[in-house]
């Protein structure tokens, strides 16, 4: 159970629109608390919905040059590595409908798992690179050589981008205790499974 020091907003006190997305969030994960903590300032949260997941993720704007199918699965590796129980819940359904498979969520820990395709493999690497453990690192030549066989430059920009919009979110919510947190999928700690993470 998130503990924030940050205080929190009456739930008949939160605008709409934030009533709504802390009701969604309860239905889907059982959590909502963020919601809450974010009454304080919701243009900040209107925002990640807005900017980040509405121009970035889904290209509302039209002027982004990744296909979403791509953010899906760096999406969920983040998720899944950082150990963001609330992220996991809304993601791995979210990846199901993108069309990955459950082996393949529940291979996620393994970036070179041949049930992946190569480019998928080379984007599960990037996603590693911006874990939030992962503070070395780096784009080596030998990971751009292999992303830059499936994408433009403009294109890997754009999945990094990406990825480091998300880790610095959670990264916000971890350290102001805003949200359910689990052990990472790579840490012999963890005791749940990819498969159940959206049906606990």
């Known amino acids: 159970m998130p503990n924030s020091l940050l205080s929190r907003v009456p739930v008949d006190q939160l605008p709409e629109d934030l009533q709504r997305l ?24 209107r925002w990640y919905q807005s900017n980040f997941y509405g121009a970035i993720f889904q290209n509302g704007n039209g002027d982004m040059v990744v296909e ?10 983040l998720s899944l590595t950082n150990g963001c129980f609330v992220c ?5 359904p979210s990846a199901l409908a993108a069309g990955y498979s459950q082996a393949q969520i529940d291979a996620m820990g ?23 453990a992962n503070s070395d690192g780096a784009l080596t030549p030998g990971l751009y050589a292999r992303l830059s066989t499936f994408f433009s430059d403009a294109e890997i920009l ?19 205790d805003m949200i359910t947190r689990e052990c990472p999928i790579n840490s012999p700690e963890r005791t749940m499974s990819p498969s159940a993470v959206h049906l606990r």
């Open 110 to 132: 393994d970036a070179e798992s041949p049930l992946f395709s190569p480019q998928q493999q080379a984007v599960l690497a990037l996603g590693e690179v911006f874990a939030i």
């Open 158 to 176: 754009e999945l990094g981008f990406f990825a480091t919009i998300l880790s610095g979110w959670t990264k916000l919510i971890f350290a102001y």
């Open 22 to 45: 802390r009701e969604s969030s309860i239905e889907v994960a059982g959590d909502g608390d963020r919601l809450e903590i974010f009454g304080n300032h919701p243009a900040l949260y």
């Open 88 to 92: 996991n819940a809304h993601n791995v």
């Open 68 to 77: 979403t199918k791509w953010k899906e699965l760096i999406r969920l590796k």
